[in-house]
């Protein structure tokens, strides 16, 4: 009896229940978080329809406002969420919308021809008309993967955008390979889809991934880390479909081969200390797009909006004003 009462006679149950969530389901209380930290940042879960194919986003603002309204495209195995420590330092009235890619957490898995860099661009150009983001050239962002898709998107649809941020994107050929891309090649001549380093399925290959991904060591709780695999590991088998589909062939360089199309205002951001996908590629966008603009983050890795989320919207933000006094200027001069 003493377990569930105070000394006032008070029932404590609810209390006990959040520990039993959080020893038992640390999973679902990842969850709960996440839903609060949205809640606390005015984003609001949506769904759009295009045909019957369903996107699941978050979005906070209208468009129209000073600014362009921002796109956020995370990364491979990752969520809309995953952008929620960048939103924090946007200001409150831009108009922010960020979408679950292909067959990630609440938009629909279907097939391979899907999660290719070229499928995911077409999904995400119907995404883009489902809520009528194109009736007003936004700002796309990208992250890895997204980063990939964002740079193809500005090749194939630049009348949708006024500018493109990339952030440590893949795609390229990149002049200095990391440990990460040259394991890459040994697993797709071995087939062993088993140990794919991003696809964690104990909680000592999660660390691994992390300290992979992040040059600060972050040290999450037991129960937090257990938390993320168990909401990671139903999705193995989907995720590693996906990282298959983009490593291979078809989509591995997918960027790369498409940046002579590209002619939208480019800002990369790149962390410097980048294991996964090396920070020589922002030379191979400077080289090919004299005109974008870069910026290397140091004592920062792959995963820069969790690392250096008040420096990258920063970036971003000082980035959208620089575009609208060019754009200001232009028009005077014309």
Known sequence: MELVMLSGGVLVVPVLAFITSFLFWPGALLKVYNWYWRQRLGLVVRYSHSGSYRFC?????KPGGATP???LLHGFSATKDMWLPVVKYFPKNQH?????MPGHEGTSRTGL???SIQGQVGRIHQFVQSIGLDKRPFHLIGTSMGGNVAGVYAA?????LCSVTLICPAGLVYPTETEFISRLRELEKSEQEESIPLIPSTPQELDDMLRLCCYTPI???RQVLRGLLQNRIPNNGFYKEVFMEIVGEKSRHSLQENLHLIKTPMQVIWGKEDQVVDVSGASVLQEALPHCQVELLES???SVALERPRKAANLIMNFLSAQDVDNENTKKVS
Do not use: M, T
């Open 113 to 115: 021809e899907d999660y």
């Open 57 to 61: 986003y978050s979005s906070r603002g």
């Open 300 to 302: 920062c890795g792959h």
């Open 96 to 100: 922010v919308v960020c979408v679950d």
């Open 156 to 160: 194939h649809h630049p009348a949708d």
């Open 219 to 221: 040290n999450l709780p």
């Open 69 to 71: 309204s921002l796109l």
